[in-house]
């Protein structure tokens, strides 16, 4: 049955498209164009979905790579999103289609855009108008400002979106804005670099929405509020798993048009407390032993671009190192799902969408994880956490797969972008080949959990503390204690990077000298008599200061401007028209 709106709506004439005649219609969701003069079998139809339509210019007009308009008055443009047949990666491309009709009146022409525009208004309530965009000038390859004027902003502008940009003139500048500065008026924040600079933007608005709740966000037990501002990423760095893992390709162009249309995707987000009133927020990858290990590595060599993790990679790689600790971890709901499943978590996915009915009305799920009166490390349910000691390559929680381009199923392929839940990935200490093929998995559709020194656990909470409180860090041959007032691991002299003389994090905030003072621990790992005890953590791409951690997952706690990963394979066989199609050609 046709409710109202799509009565008042629905418009149906006849129209040119070059020298070709079409019946055109627009439904209330639905603008379809087909040819007029075919005989039934060859008729095509062409279905725009109304939520996918960019805008609508009178005249015939070009946007990209320069925009043109020819001033007509009996022609009007649409634009709208086409998904580009090339199957290069995991999700779609996105390309801004473009059609110019032709109408037999002026009065038609402007009927047509009039009802286009009430279309677009009626059923995209959440199309951003005004946007404040960071962009990280000094990101992957250093073309963020060319990446954003020359492919992003043309389709903002077209989008009648009005943007207030800022390039960063230093690290965490984008996050002290969101923190402090007056944001009335902006309904999403873009940011134009890599998983560092989502961070400094996730770390803002998060802690802005929980200033403004006046919530502590310090404290674990506190069940953080839900963030109003959406966030857009347009990928420009070197890693860019978030975007990769919540829109299945890295593109510029088909990330700016998810902003446009106000595609809205929930995501879990974890927050790790690592020292007393010390927060930072994770989407993708909390990781100690190898992957903290290369980010620490990685950090000296920023001048090699992206090349600087491959680099790293193999010195942590040879220098082979395993660490001791306890990891704890509360289950979730064995029930809903598990990392081993063989699902993948797509757009429109079920089990995310039984979540959000789970967690916003179940509040086992979301508040009463920890009680508010004790600390993180003891609280009510203390007999469901699960204790776990030993010595590991690598530990790693993930709240999505944490793909990218060179794991293009992600750390762990099964896991959901907004089930509240994350995964934890234990890898126990094994030779060198084992590890490598662990590695080497990642990169394949081999299964990277069906090795006998690998775990995974689909989780709500985790803490991790060195084991023996830290004893064998100290007890390290090679390293001499020295005091630094509570900087973690492989701090250098203060700072991560830079100095000749390398620290290595002790236990309780005490950290060792070196004393061979070479210029990296990890060269020094081949040279020292004994390889240091503690890894540092790697929170999205930034180093923590503290060993000792623990983390609770909240549930979708803050949207981006995507739409999840779009299974393409039904597109490029579909018998259908895409409007019967209830899969990706919705
Ligand atoms: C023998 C082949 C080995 C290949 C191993 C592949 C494993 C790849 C898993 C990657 C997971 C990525 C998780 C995301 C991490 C990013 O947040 C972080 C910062 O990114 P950016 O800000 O864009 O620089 N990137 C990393 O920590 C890099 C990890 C690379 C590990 C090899
Ligand atoms: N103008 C700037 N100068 C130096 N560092 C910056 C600047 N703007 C942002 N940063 C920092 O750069 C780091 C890396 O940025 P990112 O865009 O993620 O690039 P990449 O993916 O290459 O690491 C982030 O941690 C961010 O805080
Ligand atoms: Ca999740």
Redesign the pocket.
């Known amino acids: 049955m046709k409710t109202q709106m799509e009565t008042d709506l629905r418009l149906e004439s006849s129209l040119w498209v070059g020298n070709k005649r079409y019946l055109a219609v627009l439904t209330g969701w639905h603008l379809k164009w087909t040819e007029a003069d075919k005989k039934n079998r060859d008729k095509k139809t062409v279905s725009v979905p109304v939520a996918e339509v960019v805008g609508v210019e009178e005249g015939r007009v070009e946007v990209l790579p320069h925009k043109s308009v020819e001033d007509t008055d009996r022609d009007f443009t649409v634009f709208y999103v086409k998904r580009s047949n090339s199957r290069t990666s995991s999700g779609l491309l996105w390309r801004l289609g473009r059609t110019q009709f032709t109408c037999p009146s002026r009065v038609l022409r402007d009927q047509w855009t009039k009802h286009l525009r009430t279309a677009l208004k009626t059923h995209s309530p959440l199309r951003p108008h005004r946007l404040l965009v960071f962009i990280n000038p000094f990101g992957?390859k250093k073309k963020g400002r060319q990446i954003y004027h020359s492919l992003v902003a043309p389709v903002f502008e077209l989008a009648g979106i009005s943007s207030h940009v800022l390039v960063t003139e230093r690290a965490n500048q984008a996050r002290d804005h969101l923190l402090k500065k007056d944001l009335t008026g902006f309904d999403g924040v873009v940011c134009v670099g890599?998983?560092?600079m989502f961070s400094e933007v996730l770390q803002g608005v998060i802690g802005r929405t929980q200033q403004e709740a006046g919530l502590c966000e310090n404290d674990p037990a506190v069940a953080l509020q839900p963030c109003p501002l959406h966030i857009g990423i347009i990928p420009a760095?070197?890693?860019?798993?978030v975007c990769y893992a919540t829109v299945g390709v890295i593109d510029p162009v088909t990330s700016a048009l998810h902003v446009v249309i106000g595609d809205s995707q929930p995501l879990d987000v974890c927050s790790v407390h690592h020292g007393p009133g010390q927060v930072r927020y994770s989407v993708?990858?909390v990781g100690y032993g190898f992957?903290g290990d290369?980010?620490a590595e990685?950090e000296k060599h920023r001048w090699m671009g992206p090349f600087r993790?491959d680099y790293s990679?193999a010195v942590v790689f040879l220098s082979n190192r395993s660490y001791r600790g306890t990891v704890q971890y509360l289950p979730a709901d064995p029930l809903m799902s598990s990392p081993r499943d063989k699902t993948r978590c797509l757009s429109g996915c079920g089990v995310c969408a039984k979540s959000t009915e789970r967690l916003f009305t179940n509040s086992s799920d979301s508040g009463s994880l920890y009680s508010s009166n004790s600390g993180p490390f003891s609280n009510g349910s203390e007999d469901e956490w699960v204790s776990v000691d030993g010595r590991f390559k690598s530990v790693s929680l993930t709240c999505m797969s944490?793909s990218?381009a060179?794991?293009p199923l992600?750390?762990s392929p099964s896991a959901h972008l907004a089930d509240g839940t994350g995964d934890l990935i234990l890898v126990w200490d094994t030779n060198p080949l084992g590890f490598?093929a662990f590695?080497?998995r990642?990169?394949t559709d081999q299964d990277q959990f069906d090795l006998p020194f690998v775990e995974v656990h689909r989780v709500k909470a985790v803490r991790f503390a060195l084991a023996g409180g830290g004893e064998e860090a100290e007890d390290s041959e090679g390293l001499r204690g020295a005091v630094d007032g509570g900087d973690g691991a492989y701090v250098e002299n203060g700072s991560i990077a830079g100095s000749q003389q390398h620290l290595a994090a002790g236990a309780n905030g005490q950290t060792m000298t070196c004393e061979d003072k070479t210029t990296s621990p990890f060269t020094c790992g081949l040279c020292c008599r004994k390889a240091p005890a503690v890894s540092v953590w790697?929170c999205?791409?930034e180093i923590l200061p503290s060993p000792e951690i623990c983390c609770r997952i909240h549930g979708q706690l803050v949207r981006l401007y995507a739409r999840g990963i779009e299974d393409g394979t039904f597109l490029e066989d579909c018998t259908e028209e895409r409007e019967e199609c209830n899969r990706t050609c919705r």
């Open positions: 992957g890599g998983d560092g760095g070197s890693t860019d798993c993708s990858l992957y290369v980010l990685s993790y990679g944490s990218c060179k794991s992600g750390l490598l590695l080497y990642h990169t790697n999205d791409g």
